[in-house]
């Protein structure tokens, strides 16, 4: 389940040609659904159970499942608890169970089982084993929904690995392998991009069509790809040219030095491409790169090295949240590099920071209570003296 590494960004890649035809490209969403059935396909014993599923669920991810796999996509009454502890009986078994959670704030019903669940497995040291996924329906715009739907905080109690993937492609891959260390014991939790579902452009007023993208197969590794995105892998953006365009699309990214990395993950991701754009349009400034951390719930080995092979001395770096200030994953790894010093040694005062979503709730929904483009910008601003 852990196959460390740096890979390239899929967003912006040529789309490869099959039998003397481009590969069929297709929205997060129906990737999703395709991953899904790939992993009933491949693992009787896999169960998919949650509220609404058998139509579809709240966003259609699990749409025509429970017709074409009867009895193994269920539904269960609307109680987080009994949903959680269901999957823990199903584990226990010796099914592999998918959870799927509708809303990010809906876990909080069923938290104490949820984190019996995950605490026993670390606390037996993997003796007593609860291996399943969870789906966590999150990260949608930020405008709708009030405490419900912009609750954005992330649970990470030991024992549990948690991914967040920014496009359908790597959702695929990320699913294979969360899928992978459930059957091995890990409870992993797999939280949706819900805005990004049904995207088809990193950016709309552009009409780039990067977030429709081509099913990553299970032949991929035969010709030199992957099948799966491991724990420890982190995915770099490169940089663009002055007028805001891609340097060459899918091409590895650029040698030149960062002066500014932002590291993020999720929603974040295309945040920060768009925040990207408009800084080399509207500031000049092109040397901007991202750097994508899918699994949030320990910092990548692979992460420390990037930053400094990125930037070396001179660049910034920026941690752009998805999740509010005071629950923000990326605080812990701006801890743990700034005390193995990858963020310690230049110390003009700007070298680093973080941006997050703002800290309150959106009751009436009409201000966007997530991490967006402006944010980013506002906050890159003062770091290179913009």
Not at 51 to 61: F, I, K
Not at 113 to 118: D, K
Not at 240 to 252: C, I, K, M, T
Not at 323 to 339: D, G
Request: charged residues 20%; aromatic residues 6%.
């Amino acid at each position: 389940a852990r196959l460390p590494g740096v890979v390239t960004s899929p967003l912006g890649a040529p789309v490869a040609e099959v039998g003397g035809k481009k590969a069929r490209v297709n929205v997060m969403r129906k990737q999703m659904n395709q991953a899904i059935a790939e992993t009933l396909d491949e693992n009787p014993e896999c169960v998919y159970i949650g509220e609404d599923v058998e139509h579809g669920g709240y966003y259609l991810v699990t749409e025509g499942l429970a017709k074409r796999y009867p009895g193994r996509v269920r539904d269960m009454p609307p109680d987080e608890t009994s949903l959680i502890g269901v999957g823990v009986g199903m584990a226990q078994a010796g099914l592999l169970p998918v959870v799927e959670i509708p809303y990010a704030k809906y876990l909080d019903c069923g938290a104490d089982m949820f984190y019996e669940a995950v605490i026993a497995n670390w606390l037996s040291n993997g003796t007593k084993p609860n291996g399943m996924v969870i789906r966590l329906q999150g990260f949608d715009r930020g405008v709708f929904g009030g405490n419900f739907h912009t609750h954005n905080m992330i649970p990470l109690p030991p024992g549990l690995d948690v991914v967040v993937f920014s496009n359908g492609s790597d959702w695929v891959k990320g699913w294979r392998n969360a899928v992978e260390a459930a059957r091995a014991g890990r409870v992993v939790m797999v939280i949706d991009s819900t805005d990004l579902l049904n995207r088809r452009h990193v950016d709309p007023d552009a009409k780039d069509a990067q977030l429709m993208l081509p099913y990553p197969t299970r032949g991929e590794a035969a010709s030199g790809g992957a099948e799966t995105l491991g724990f420890d892998t982190i995915i770099r953006h490169g940089q663009l040219a002055a007028d805001g365009a891609a340097a060459e699309a899918g091409a590895e990214a650029s040698s030149a030095k960062d002066l500014l990395t932002i590291v993020t993950y999720g929603n974040g991701v295309v945040a920060a491409k768009v925040a990207q754009r408009r800084l080399a349009e509207e500031y000049g400034v092109s040397a901007v790169g991202i750097v994508e951390v899918p699994c949030v719930s320990e910092v990548p080995p692979t992460l420390a090295s990037t930053l400094r092979e990125l930037n070396g001395e001179g660049g910034a770096v920026l941690f752009a949240d998805v999740c509010k200030a005071q629950q923000a994953p990326l605080n812990h790894f701006a801890v743990s590099l700034q005390a193995e010093g990858t963020l310690s040694t230049r110390g003009t005062g700007k070298d680093w920071s973080l941006v997050a979503a703002p800290q309150t709730y959106n009751p009436l929904g009409t201000t966007v209570t997530f991490l967006s483009p402006d944010d980013i910008i506002e906050a890159v601003r003062p770091m290179l003296g913009l």
